[in-house]
């Protein structure tokens, strides 16, 4: 690309951001399909000159100037959800399914029992907000060596508790993908604390992902699931996510 292609590139790409994203992305503009290709040049190009493992920064404690603002569903009100937090997560179970050798059922516990990786890293949502802080968990990959992933399976599905739509049609849950280079990346934890206390409800307890070099909706809160999956077709409208449904990048590294 020139120089000007660049400029009017980065001209239209301000000009979504400006707007409210969601509505412009309904349907299928040609705009969609531009921003669509756009994304999966964005991972290919990651992927090609970075090989997936570099790794986001992490901060000091002194960066931690505010608490973790809440986003998206902040109190789930699925009556699952509900009953598990009222026993205090003692009956939940994260369940691996899918395309695993060895399907998976962890109680909390189980989970902290586990090596733990504790970071310092800023999240950024697509809204224009970023938040620095601690997060603690258990590394996913280690939880996938567990479940031993068959080689058919190309991405992680992670299953949410909570509905983030209602409408005509039902209700609708929060779900993400990724593919296994970032489920396998150092720094992507399934974190159960925050800023050195349990995670916060607000903030997707009792489970919720860290991927570091992803944009916020990535990381799933409320997981109840990670399924394993060959392709990414058969969840929802087929691209990915419950915002990638909805026209946002799919993959969103950052
Ligand atoms: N299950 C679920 N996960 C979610 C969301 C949600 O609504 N439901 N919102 C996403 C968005 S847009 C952001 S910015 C972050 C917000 O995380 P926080 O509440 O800890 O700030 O969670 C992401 N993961
Ligand atoms: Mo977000």
Not at 100 to 124: C, G, Y
């Amino acid at each position: 690309m020139n120089r000007r292609m660049v400029l009017r590139a980065g001209a239209t790409g301000a000009a979504v951001l400006g707007l409210s994203a969601c509505r412009i992305l309904d349907g299928d503009t040609s705009l969609r399909r531009a921003m669509a290709s756009a994304n999966g040049l964005t991972w290919r190009v990651q992927r090609a000159l970075a090989g997936g493992r570099s790794l986001a920064r992490e901060y000091a404690e002194a960066d931690i100037r505010q608490g973790m603002r809440p986003n998206g569903v902040t109190d789930p009100d699925a009556a699952d959800y509900l009953a598990l937090k009222a026993g205090g997560w003692a009956d939940y179970r994260l369940r691996v399914t899918g395309l695993v050798a060895r399907p998976l059922s962890l109680s909390l516990a189980d989970l902290r029992a586990m090596p733990v990786r504790s970071q310092i890293t800023r999240h950024d949502c697509v809204e224009g907000w970023s938040c620095i802080a601690r997060w603690t968990g258990t590394p996913l990959g280690l939880v996938l060596d567990l479940a031993r992933p068959l080689v058919a399976a190309r991405y992680a599905v992670f299953h949410c508790f909570d509905t983030i739509e209602r409408g005509l049609a039902g209700e609708v849950k929060y779900y993400e993908s990724h593919d296994l280079i970032d489920a396998w990346h150092p720094q992507t934890i399934l974190a159960w604390g925050m800023n050195g206390t349990d995670l916060p409800v607000a903030n997707g307890a009792p489970l919720r992902l860290r991927v570091e070099r992803a944009l916020g909706y990535k990381h799933a809160k409320y997981i109840h699931t990670i399924e394993l999956a060959d392709s990414l077709a058969g969840f929802g409208t087929g691209r990915g996510s419950y915002w990638a449904d909805r026209g946002y990048d799919w993959y969103a590294g950052i």
